[in-house]
């Protein structure tokens, strides 16, 4: 059975960093774009982050431009997001989805993770 897998969430003072991975298993993830997207409580499903299938193309939302890095390795069937300097409004949950073409809108994305929760307290 195909599926996505997010790990790497948990617990992080402000001004921590945290690398979540996402893991394809059943299929590759080879030749998708992989996106990151976040949710936190009361809020609307957010874009925090994409990278197109080989890496070349990457976005990122203005909240998290110059915090976060998305890199992918293919050998692995994982794609990683690092988060650095982690402020408190960067709590939610967060969630890789994969899309046929490089988008970074939601409904446009086919395959979805069940989510790693991210605590940024101190």
């Known amino acids: 059975q195909a599926q996505l897998a997010e790990s790497g969430g948990g617990l992080v003072q402000p001004g921590g960093s945290l690398r979540l991975s996402c893991a394809g298993s059943g299929f590759t993830l080879e030749y998708d774009t992989i996106g990151w997207f976040r949710q936190a409580p009361g809020k609307e499903r957010e874009f925090v982050a994409v990278?197109?299938?080989?890496?070349?193309?990457?976005g990122y939302a203005d909240s998290v431009k110059g915090r976060c890095t998305i890199s992918r390795d293919d050998a692995k069937n994982t794609v990683y997001l690092q988060m650095n300097t982690l402020k408190p409004e960067d709590t939610a949950v967060y969630y890789c989805?994969?899309?046929?073409?490089?988008?970074?809108?939601?409904?446009?994305?086919?395959?979805w993770g069940q989510g790693t929760q991210v605590t940024v307290s101190s």
């Open positions: 990278v197109n299938w080989s890496g070349s193309s990457t």
């Open positions: 989805a994969l899309a046929r073409y490089y988008t970074h809108y939601p409904n446009q994305f086919n395959y």
